[in-house]
């Protein structure tokens, strides 16, 4: 019994630690803040890997080997414990463990204790039941003023846009996230009911909506191409079909989309989407790299 | 020697209100003062629970695995549905039977036992906790047949989607009936972690000293003080939430919110406040669920090794450990809600430090089991078990502990494979060995230990394959709380695409496993009636309430008070003429200094 159940933990942990090689990965990243994530990821997950061999091979060998057979007049070591043992496993876990979480707050800082550069391209994200609001600044580079009373979906005024703000003459409001490459971007998040979360695996981090809050992250993109965007966020009934497109262009292509008249802005936003396979990574120039999953 | 009796026993007999055995089946049985027939009580809800529990989740499954696919009896599976079954799924297992069965269950029954007291310092306070979880459990199940159904916000029920009643279906009556039904919970707690401090602090039998109780003594002690602690923020929260709700207050509703066409006449509250109370209860709460089965599992495997517990003394320091730590990192589940930055850092450095403790408990199991002459029964088996699971469940918090890492892994199926494994799974292992360890003590009767045996290895293998691929799916990228992947025959996310077989296989493994706990079921209730007849000590150990007979009688030691000489985990002493010595065993005339009898509430001169 003791044999039988120290193989089967050992071929459990086999399967575990061989699933974890077989293909399945995170998505390319698209960031500039991805390889700090991704390197600390590989650190942690070597590191519980180690850990979590050890212990099921530990477990499965002590179950192999100290079965009580046949022989019940044989007895047990009788020991209560060791003390030396005791502080040294403490402290090894303690500096494995603390040291992990120390250098796991590197990108987290980076990301989240500076303020965006100035001149990164600002988009307002609205999310609602069940979509999301991407609402620009236009050529002034200021938002126009919003206020819940004010939203008309029959108007297309899903963000409750105040037409009276001068400010606003310029704004575009659409569903999709269009940013260029190589160029910071800061995200102002907001909602107008529930909360929601916004979410791109290729961008390698998640932020809540809070309603009633303005949350600001940032991020660079360096590759280009046509991404999904999840609600990652329970928010009602349709929370899993609150797809949204982040569509990230070359610095040229952007610019130019950026620049339209209003009446122009989302018919050739529809046709750049449509020039981008979803999924798939694009450099700088548009040139097709690969697909991200 | 009437001079030994000290203030201590007087005060005990006091303090249990002395009664009669009952003679009415409803005094028996139904309204009952008995601790050991509330902890069965509290068992037989749990299991009910369980079952309900384990019947969603594999509907969930289902639906997610076949979308579009025409069920007999129930139809198809709509979003609002599966939802609807995922907030039950988690409410049901976490409390009503994460929290009842350890702790209400084998916690009622065997503490008293164990430390040698003839019932819990407040039987009428039992009876009382019970019964009004039990209505908590009533008002649960009722919010299923209630207008639109139960609430769609998960176990977490945060706001404002908790707060509006009309921002989705079943969050009007359902929601509110999941409110009264916790907050009613919430009281049943209470009452119950009153009792159990009281009585473990005032009650222990002559000799038992603090370092003398088994180790499940301690987790059952350090788990009702947790929920003493933790348990009025839920309360308190659920209050809150009703006002909001039904009273025109905005204690976690800002301004401005824009539902169904209004803009909602709320302003000044904010929904990070919820999240703060929520998970200040919260997380203290996975350490309810899981202390208890640590305990046992001390103890378990202890016997069944043979062997004393390697390193006590640390053990019961890690359990405090754990108990206060868990209440400092409840902010490690908001790292991206919107709260300060600096704040989630400091609660990831603290969250890592709680592995600390939780390691140096598997390496005490370890060194249990090192040099040991292992008897591989069943409850050995899922104590065993126990500890694999805990480990590949709690390994990845070093992961998702990480404010960084937690980023991509947020709300992903990585968090549903962490905790299942680590609370989930382990917990119900921990449940399991513990009801095949003391079903012969509390029923007179063993369980089979071949169906026990073909238990263990399905639902081991079945849970491995259940949560392991869970991990892989979440570092995909999989988001939690999706009703479905795929619409009208169309995957929505094409990142999700590769996974199906991964899905697939994750749903027949767990298919598997739900009906494998049918055999479970079935030598639970054969072996009621036709179990082979056990005697007091089928298992050879050394714990008082194996020094009784089984069932053991009204007042636990048919009017004996039991003295204790030695501490719990007395196997393989040298000299000794069996390879236990029970707690209550004196040593011969003359022995050595470990046979001083101290007073049960006095200190401790025994060292070890």
Known sequence: ?293 | MADEMTVHEAHGAEAVHRHEPPKSFIRKYIFSLDHKVIGVQYLTLALVAVFVGMVLSILMRMSLTWPDMDWPIIGTIKPDQYLSFLTIHGTMMVFFVLTTAPQGGFGNYFLPIQIGAEDMAFPVLNMLSFWVTLVGFVFLVASFFVYEGAPIGGWTAYPPLSAIPSAGPGQGAGMNLWIISIAIFCVGSLLGALNFITTLINMRARGMSLMRMPLTCWAWFTTAVLALLAFPVLLAAGVLLYLDRNAGTSFFVPAGLFIKDIVQPHSGGSPILWQHLFWFFGHPEVYIAILPGMGATSHILSTFARKPVFGYRAMVFAIFAIGLLGFFVWGHHMFISGMSPYSAMAFSILTLSIGVPSAVKTFNWLGTLWGAKIRFTTPMLFALGFVSLFVAGGITGLVLGQTGLDLPMHDTYFVLGHFHLVMGVAAIFGMFAGIYFWFPKMFGRMMSERLGRIHFWITFIGVYSIFIPMHIMGIVGMPRRYSRFAENGQQIYGFLESLHPLVLFVTVAAVITFFIQFLFLFNLLWSLFKGKKAGNNPWEATTLEWDTTSPPPHDNFAGVHPVVYRGAYEFAVPGAPNDYIMQTEPDPAGGSSSSEVTSGNGHDGHKH
Request: net charge neutral; glycine share 10%.
């Open chain 1, 1 to 293: 019994m003791g044999r039988a159940l120290g193989v089967v933990i050992w071929l459990l942990t086999l399967a575990s630690v061989v699933l974890f090689f077989s293909g399945w990965w995170f998505p390319t990243a698209i960031v500039e803040h991805a390889p700090g994530i991704d390197r600390q990821f590989m650190i942690t997950i070597i590191v519980v890997g180690i850990a979590f061999v050890a212990a099921q091979v530990g477990l499965g060998y002590a179950v192999w080997r100290f079965g009580a057979g046949r022989n019940r007049d044989e007895r047990a070591v009788y020991t209560h414990g060791n003390n030396r043992l005791e502080m040294l496993w403490t402290v090894i876990t303690a500096v494995i463990f603390i040291g992990l979480a120390v250098m796991g707050q590197r990108v987290w800082a980076q990301l989240h204790f500076n303020q965006a550069p100035a001149g990164s391209f600002p988009v307002e994200v609205v999310a609602q039941q069940f979509a999301w609001n991407m609402h620009y600044a236009g050529p002034d580079g200021k938002f126009g003023r919003t206020d819940p009373s004010l939203i008309r979906d029959e108007e297309q005024n899903y963000i409750g846009l105040d037409g009276r703000d001068p400010a606003s003459r310029d704004d575009l409001t659409t569903t999709t996230l269009v940013v260029p490459v190589n160029r910071p971007v800061e995200l102002i998040l907001r909602s107008k009911d529930v909360t929601h979360s916004f979410w791109v695996p290729q961008l390698r981090f998640k932020q809540d909506l809070v309603p009633g809050m303005a949350i600001r992250v940032h991020f660079t993109p360096t590759s280009a191409g046509n991404f999904q965007l999840a609600c990652a966020e329970l928010c009602g009934m349709n929370h899993f079909s609150m797809k949204g497109t982040l569509l990230v262009l070359p610095e040229a292509e952007h610019g130019a989309l950026m620049a339209l008249p209003k009446a122009e802005f989302q018919g050739k936003l529809n046709e750049l989407a449509a020039k981008y396979e979803v999924g798939v990574i694009y450099d700088a120039n548009g040139t097709k790299l690969g697909k991200s999953y």
